[in-house]
């Protein structure tokens, strides 16, 4: 999903307009939010399954509600692809969890979706937006791709703490960079100009020691409760701007 997207959801408040719930003959739990948003908007539903002993458990899934035929389908993006996690005809659900190898059924209550919550579980999404563990999920993993960065990310940060008396770290966002990005360019280029400039600014380093390099629609770049927070575009981040908007 582009990054600009995720911070649009981020953001914003999601309104909810119906709830259902499902259970498992296993006390797993499924519940079902369709969002208030302009019809054909996606994604158009969240869901939460819990109970289920995945991994996955309690996170709370964006995706869309699409009608096959006399079923309908909730599809979200996970893993860096598109993935069916409930298939739902007559009332009965099928749920196909991330870490599970069989799917299990879950059936339509009633009484539970009468006493749910869709706030709730809406506000625990938008948490999960803020903490990035719904960007997370739904990336490929690129454990040698991320490493080789990390790497010289660390590298950097010994450069910086040499350089300025600090003991500072250099870290990656990696939620921020979507699939595309981590395909097709050289993620440490985009923030390295920036960090390294950071070695003519000591007084501010030692002020905010930990620098994070994140992904986003617009450049920018700040300084807030010890942390230097440099936004790039996969255009690369100049450094006399990132000096020019921190020295604000």
């Known amino acids: 999903m582009p990054t600009l997207l995720v911070a649009v959801l981020a953001s914003q408040t999601l309104v909810a307009s119906g709830l259902k719930v499902y ?16 019809k054909g908007a996606t994604p158009n539903a969240v869901v939460r399954v819990t ?10 899934f964006r995706g869309a509600l699409a009608d096959e035929g006399r079923a309908q389908t909730f599809t979200m993006r996970y893993g860096g692809r598109d993935w069916v996690l409930v298939r739902n005809e007559d009332g009965s659900a099928e749920v196909f969890m991330p870490g599970k190898r069989e799917s299990f059924r879950a059936k339509y209550d009633d009484a539970a979706t009468t006493a749910g919550d869709a706030q ?13 563990s719904v960007a997370l999920a739904e990336k490929a993993e690129w454990p040698h791709l991320v490493a080789k960065y990390e790497k010289r990310a660390l590298e950097a940060a010994a450069a910086l703490g040499k350089r300025c008396g600090a003991q ?17 360019v050289d993620v440490w280029k985009l923030c390295a100009p920036a960090v390294q400039a950071l070695e003519g600014a000591c007084a501010m380093v030692k002020a ?7 992904l986003g629609a617009q450049p920018g770049a700040e300084k807030k409760d010890g ?4 936004t790039t575009t996969t255009k690369g981040l100049d450094a006399a701007f990132v000096m020019k908007e921190l020295s604000r």
């Open 120 to 132: 709730a579980v809406l506000k625990v999404h938008q948490a999960q937006l803020a903490d990035d």
């Open 168 to 184: 500072a770290t250099v870290t990656l966002r990696w939620a921020t960079f979507d699939d595309d990005t981590m395909a097709n």
């Open 208 to 214: 905010n020691p930990a620098v994070v390099c994140q």
């Open 23 to 38: 259970r498992g003959r296993d006390g797993q739990r499924v519940e079902v939010v369709t969002l208030a948003v302009k």
């Open 51 to 60: 109970g289920s002993g995945s991994e996955r458990d309690g996170l709370v």
């Open 227 to 230: 942390v230097v927070r440099l």
